[in-house]
């Protein structure tokens, strides 16, 4: 067997233990029990449709008008869906839906790029870097015990059983390993509300066309550290954020995790808004590419500084 045909048959062994499909198969969401749950995917459907048909009149997203969508539920007790699309069997981008309380969709976060989130491409190429696992070969001949958990933007990972008796959590977007184990995993989502909370009320109105977009040039988030120097934007000045962008401001963002054992550092470089929904903010990142996250799901880990 080689590379590429070990390869192919690891992902593929993946993707249908964990319920998603792949390019060149039809889209489809969770395994339905009954006839009765077909409305409520159906009303998922729509939702992915009307927010895909305005992100594909952006420049940066239009190869989304044609692109295959896959999607397939998150961890459970998440309630959520991961949309992968693909464009000539290849990804492009991704959304997270989130369910609301009410009963309806909330766009979680969404990115453009050829790593989406939960890509097992990435995933395995990270195992094998940090030599976790062998080979290819070695994936396809035994899948791996692997589940999704998504918590909130900046808390998402692939939980790995491995056949040792180990638990490893891996990073859902680079695949490298996290210093967390199973305390300290369960330990820090009690301190983080489930993404569902993040969803505006029931008589917001449903997101269905962009309003504002903003695209600035990115910049290495590490050139400054101003999270070691200066406090950070008050939760008035974070109202003011798309202002910031618009002046051309290098905005950043951080998240301390496990007891300050994990950093991220998100550069800002623009935003989209949304017809009476919040500022989606987008981070540069070489792992999945563009991401669009709202601003009111990234004030409770996090902090902005410029």
Not at 21 to 44: D, I, K, Q
Not at 74 to 91: E, M, Q
Not at 287 to 292: A, D, I, K, M, N
């Amino acid at each position: 067997m080689n590379k590429w045909t070990a390869m192919f048959a690891a992902v593929l062994a993946a993707m249908l233990a964990l319920g998603a499909g792949f390019p060149g198969r039809a889209a489809s969401a969770a395994p339905t029990a009954s006839a009765a749950s077909a409305p409520a995917e159906s009303a998922l459907r729509q939702h992915v449709r009307t927010w895909t048909d305005a992100l594909s009149k952006q420049p940066a997203f239009r190869s989304w008008t044609s692109a295959e969508r896959t999607i397939a539920p998150l961890g459970p007790g998440t309630h959520g869906w991961l949309v992968t699309f693909a464009a000539a069997g290849k990804p492009v981008g991704y959304m997270i839906v989130n369910a609301t309380p009410e009963g309806g969709y909330r766009l979680g976060e969404y990115g453009v790029g050829a790593h989406p989130a939960f890509y097992p491409v990435t995933l395995y190429n990270a195992l094998i870097r940090q030599g976790l696992v062998g080979s290819y070969a070695e994936i396809a001949k035994k899948p791996l015990r692997l589940e999704r958990l998504y918590l909130s933007p900046v808390l998402a990972a692939w939980k790995w059983s491995a056949s040792g008796g180990e638990t490893y959590y891996l990073d859902a977007w680079t695949g490298e390993a996290m210093p967390v184990d199973d305390a300290a995993w369960q330990k820090q989502s009690k301190r983080t509300p489930g993404a569902i909370t993040t969803a505006g009320s029931s008589g917001a109105p449903e997101l269905s066309k962009l309003t504002a977009v903003r695209s600035n040039r990115a910049f290495d988030p590490f050139e400054r550290m101003p999270w070691l120097t200066s406090s950070p934007l008050s939760a008035k000045q974070v109202q003011g954020l798309a202002g910031m962008l618009d002046k051309l401001q290098q905005i950043r963002y951080t998240a301390e995790l496990f007891n300050a054992s994990v950093l991220q550092v998100l550069p800002a470089v623009g935003y989209h808004g949304w017809n009476g929904g919040p500022l989606y903010v987008a981070f540069d990142q070489a792992f999945p590419g563009t991401r669009y996250v709202p601003v009111d799901a990234l004030d409770r880990e996090g902090h902005f500084y410029r």
